[in-house]
């Protein structure tokens, strides 16, 4: 703060410079289970406090081990027999069969996102109306699992959350969009896309500020 002109002495001093403290971001180690996905991994390098590693579904499922140091591992299309222990947060692109943390109750075609839950962390400012989807999972989640509805085509929760004791979880039904896939969804060419890595790398990390 300045003196104002033509006042010969400051009565106050003390206010002139003001700090804040802020809380130590801790760098999170993040890793891809996936087949290069470009989409993915081009995303993930707008979040500048991780540091990413990539293996291939094989390589994952010959060593479940490799992810035991990891904070976040993501699942591109694939659902492993073995998923990492607490506290690993997981993310799940595409998850299928019985090996799904919440149970994939049917397929539905061309879904429309119509309720996204804003208040959940992952969900800040982000809007999916606009989304298309070639195909998604539809998901059964159930409350007292800790299993919570994110984003809804009407009724059908195609995104969901879930928390346990010690780990976080976020499972989209959908396949992004990659070589060799039929079904998939332009959710990567939105600015929400990005946003929604971002949040859910905030909320594993519980970095709410």
Known sequence: ????????????????????LLPARKQQKVLLVTTDNLYLEGAILVYDNIVTDKVTPAEYA??????????????????PDVLPSPPTALMFFHPTGDKSPVPVA?????PHITDTDEHHPV???????????????????????????????????IVVAKRTAGQKMLLFGFSLPAPGRDAATDLP?????????????????GDDA
Do not use: C
């Open 1 to 20: 703060l300045k003196v104002p002109a033509g006042n010969d002495a400051d009565p106050f001093p003390l206010d002139d410079e003001a700090f804040a």
């Open 62 to 79: 010959a060593n479940p081990k490799v992810a035991a140091d990891y904070a976040t591992v993501i699942f591109d299309d694939v659902t």
């Open 106 to 110: 049917r397929q539905v075609a061309r």
């Open 123 to 157: 969900m800040r400012w982000v809007t999916m109306a606009d989304v298309n989807f070639d195909s998604s999972g539809v998901f059964a989640p159930d409350a007292s699992r800790g299993e919570t509805a994110l984003a809804t085509a009407v009724r059908d929760p």
């Open 189 to 205: 060419l939105r600015v929400a896309f990005p946003l929604l890595l971002v949040n859910a790398l905030d909320w594993f990390a």
